[in-house]
């Protein structure tokens, strides 16, 4: 039976880093979740199925955190020892946060009809350039081992990434 990885690029031959091939990861992911799939183990001992219900979970984790962009971010800083839990005031442009407090109120401000779309589809426009621009500036951070920058934009991505799905929220709830 399969076993457990150093981590979890490793576990889906990927080289550890940002951008990744996210075709090779969901190739492997299916690959792999077919030799541990707990149904497989049905019939087995106690041990066996305990073992490919545990390997399963740790794929499921594994490849949610790789597949996402915020995820994978922090997992990556994780890896180098620095702690994403702890956010610092310094850590924190307080210009970024007038800026999401601004956003987060025209959102909010918009009406609940479909007269709204243009203004969101605008919104969601600008916050996945910001996204885009700020995760290739934390690929770029992450490269250099710039860890105290790219744990700043890690913060910053986590805000975007809630943005954007307030945005996406709000656009269905109209649709």
């Given at each position: 039976?399969?076993?457990?990885?150093?981590?979890y690029?490793?576990?889906?031959?990927?080289?550890?880093?940002?951008?990744?091939?996210?075709?090779?990861l969901?190739?492997?992911?299916?690959?792999?979740?077919?030799?541990?799939?707990?149904?497989?183990?049905?019939?087995?001992?106690?041990?066996?199925?305990?073992?490919?219900?545990?390997?399963?979970?740790?794929?499921?984790?594994?490849?949610?955190?790789?597949?996402?962009p915020?995820?994978?971010?922090?997992?990556?800083?994780q890896?180098?020892?620095?702690d994403?839990?702890?956010?610092?005031?310094?850590?924190?442009?307080?210009?970024?946060?007038?800026?999401?407090?601004?956003?987060?109120?025209?959102?909010?401000?918009?009406?609940?009809?479909?007269?709204?779309?243009?203004?969101?589809?605008?919104?969601?426009?600008?916050?996945?350039?910001?996204?885009?621009?700020?995760?290739?500036?934390?690929?770029?951070?992450?490269?250099?081992?710039?860890?105290?920058?790219?744990?700043?934009?890690?913060?910053?991505?986590?805000?975007?990434?809630?943005?954007q799905?307030?945005?996406?929220?709000?656009?269905?709830?109209?649709?």
């Amino acid at each position: 039976m399969l076993s457990i990885a150093d981590n979890y690029f490793s576990q889906f031959e990927l080289p550890v880093g940002y951008d990744i091939d996210l075709d090779r990861l969901n190739g492997q992911f299916r690959e792999l979740q077919t030799i541990v799939h707990p149904d497989r183990y049905a019939a087995a001992e106690d041990e066996q199925r305990l073992q490919a219900i545990k390997l399963s979970s740790y794929l499921n984790e594994a490849y949610e955190t790789l597949k996402s962009p915020l995820r994978r971010a922090g997992y990556l800083l994780q890896m180098q020892g620095v702690d994403i839990e702890q956010v610092e005031q310094s850590d924190l442009d307080p210009e970024l946060l007038f800026e999401q407090l601004r956003l987060r109120e025209s959102l909010a401000e918009l009406p609940k009809d479909e007269s709204a779309l243009e203004r969101l589809e605008e919104l969601h426009h600008a916050t996945s350039a910001k996204l885009a621009q700020r995760q290739r500036e934390f690929a770029d951070f992450l490269a250099e081992a710039s860890l105290g920058q790219a744990r700043k934009l890690f913060h910053e991505l986590q805000f975007l990434t809630k943005l954007q799905a307030e945005i996406e929220k709000a656009e269905d709830a109209i649709v």
